[in-house]
């Protein structure tokens, strides 16, 4: 458990023993090389797997063949959002130009492509399949159903909304076939049965539904309805295996699974170990044995084995982690944000702590993107919560924890209540005795990174450490840099007048509304920077004053000159309310002036 990464076994039966298949530890003796996505052939001889190198998102693809182990002598580069559509003797993936030198990290992700490689070819020989050049914000990916019948074309140019078409590989179809031609929802097809599509959507169904889909008519009217989440009940995924469906749902941000025939008629509830994490319930259509996972922040991952024909589970291993479970315990609250809403919370520390409102505590959110902040076990809180620490995990709006609805809620000019959300959670912490802002830290990372640097900018009090990891900070230039563009139907483009209102004008407000109350404050926080700046910042001034002098007393003139009336009038009436400031200044300061009076006629006199 204390390796960096998560090391591939193999095994040729449940109750055989285990056997390394691939380690990524060893890839790089820096540990600088991680193991990204694995893709499996649908006849099980090979396994494409991709790699990461520091970080970054280019992808680089491998083969290995599964019953040697040999890596093949496949490597495809600058591959990025992509996966291995495996058909015949080869895959579909998506790729993007090679970037210039240098901005290999900066460019614009533009101009995607879908390709086949067939394998023992070059990279170069690759074949295109499907490009749209003007598009070039509009990235398309390829997908197989695993019977290879089917082939899906999605295309997206954003983190949410897809157009989806598709294609009969039996009837030897040139041109595709739409099902969706709009960005304004999320279809995706899971698998199909006897030729019909199943797909996840939540198209005109804002806590998503499972469809069933003929591809001869495949209009939206001809959809039907099989499963579908309720309020209470967010759907969150759906697999078929063992001849049945097995639905995700999630209730109040944690797992329910129902079990459902495949007409969509309810069966039963699988009976989970506890309030938590599950997931799993994988396989083949006709496979009656499968797994899941349990897991929350004070409960260890543990795997079960499910038998689909008895409803039964069973442990099948247990984590290895030095952690006593019993010793600490989980609990769900929930509490209002500025306008109302009530906004979940889970709390994790050590049974029987004394909440006296000095416990070292750790808020974590996100809030974005449709994406659900669950109760995940962490190693690295262990250390918080054997320590009499509190660790928080607050659920903001913008996330998928109440569907689409509960999304939309912290986007675009909706973003603010994202931020109202997590100090409302700060403060629940301090009034329920759990804390105080000198004993809180606050975390985020990617669009959890930018909450935490906007908190920061409107409420600095409510904290004394905080972590912005990775955060999306420059929301005026974010879409020129990698795949920033996709990011718009999220935050808003400052290209266009509503949106940078919504930037702009909501932040300056709430900013000077904080400075104004808290002015005492701020002025010392700037003092005590610029003290502590101060050569640096002198030294700037004067490098930048040199270098842009012309062009500063130009826009200084011009400036002057167009508001010349009202800089006078301003000017009149600071003298009128401190008619005694100059000769006070000159009294405090006369040495000074004397000074450089003096050199200043020692350098210029003669003229």
Request: proline share 3%.
């Amino acid at each position: 458990g204390l390796q960096s990464q998560s090391v591939l076994y193999i095994q040729d039966s449940p109750t055989s023993d285990p056997v390394v298949f691939m380690d990524p530890n060893k890839f790089s003796n820096g540990g600088t090389i991680a193991l990204g996505g694995t893709y499996f052939s649908n006849d099980h001889k090979y396994m494409g797997y991709s790699v990461s190198i520091s970080g970054s998102d280019w992808k680089e693809y491998y083969v290995k063949d599964l019953s040697t182990g040999e890596l093949l002598s496949d490597h495809l580069k600058w591959v990025k959002f992509s996966g291995m559509a495996w058909l015949g003797n080869g895959f579909y993936y998506k790729r993007y130009p090679t970037p210039d030198e240098n901005e290999e990290l900066s460019a614009a992700n533009e101009h995607a492509k879908v390709y086949y490689h067939r394998l023992g070819t070059s990279q170069e020989a690759d074949e295109l399949i499907f490009y749209e050049p003007d598009k070039p914000k509009l990235a398309p990916s390829i997908y197989v159903s695993h019977d290879e019948r089917f082939m899906f074309l999605y295309r997206s140019s954003g983190t949410y909304g897809n157009m989806l078409a598709f294609k009969d590989t039996k009837l030897s179809e040139e041109n595709w076939t739409h099902i969706v031609d709009d960005l304004n929802s999320n279809c995706w097809i899971m698998d199909n049965i006897g030729g019909q599509l199943i797909a996840q959507t939540d198209r005109n169904s804002p806590f998503k539904k499972i469809v069933r889909i003929d591809p001869k008519n495949p209009q939206e009217s001809n959809w039907e309805t099989l499963i579908e989440g309720t309020q209470d009940q967010v759907l969150s995924s759906v697999n078929l295996v063992g001849g049945k469906f097995f639905a995700h749902f999630t209730q109040d941000v944690t797992s329910v699974w129902k079990v459902y025939d495949l007409d969509g008629n309810f069966l039963y509830d699988v009976d989970l170990p506890g309030k938590g994490i599950v997931n799993g319930f994988g396989g083949k259509k006709g496979q009656m044995i499968t797994w899941y996972t349990f897991n929350n922040s004070v409960n260890p991952s543990t795997i079960y084995q499910y038998d689909i024909k008895q409803n039964i589970s069973t442990v099948y291993k247990e984590s290895e982690a030095k952690f006593d479970r019993d010793s600490f315990v989980l609990k769900q609250d929930f509490y209002p944000s500025k306008d109302g809403t009530m906004i979940p919370i889970f709390i994790a520390h050590k049974k029987g702590l004394k909440m006296d409102g000095k416990r070292p505590t750790l808020l974590y959110a996100y809030g974005g993107f449709n994406i659900s902040i669950k109760p995940y076990f962490s190693k690295a809180n262990s250390i918080l919560y054997e320590n009499d620490g509190v660790y928080a995990i607050a659920n903001l709006r913008g996330g998928s924890e109440y569907g689409q609805d509960w999304h939309e809620a912290g986007m675009l000019h909706n973003k603010q209540n994202v931020f109202d959300d997590f100090i409302a959670a700060a403060e629940y912490l301090e009034r329920s005795g759990i804390t105080t802002p000198n004993y809180l830290a606050i975390r985020g990372g990617s669009n959890g990174g930018l909450l935490i640097g906007a908190v920061l900018n409107q409420r600095p009090d409510i904290c004394k450490v905080a972590f912005p990891e990775v955060g999306v900070m420059d929301m005026l230039r974010y879409e020129k840099f990698t795949i920033g563009h996709a990011w718009a139907v999220e935050y808003g483009s400052v290209a266009k007048k509503e949106h940078f209102k919504n930037y702009y004008l909501k932040n300056k407000d709430r900013i000077k509304e904080y400075q104004f109350k808290n002015k005492e404050r701020v002025r010392g926080v700037k003092k005590q920077y610029y003290l502590k700046n101060r050569e640096h910042l002198n030294a700037y001034m004067k490098e930048y004053h040199l270098k842009n002098k012309e062009h500063t007393r130009k826009v200084q003139k011009e400036y002057y000159l167009k508001n010349e009336e009202y800089l006078k009038q301003k000017q009149k009436e600071w003298y009128l309310k401190n008619p005694n400031y100059g000769k006070e200044h000159y009294l405090k300061h006369k040495d000074h002036f004397r000074e450089y009076h003096k050199k200043w006629y020692l350098k210029h006199g003669e003229r």
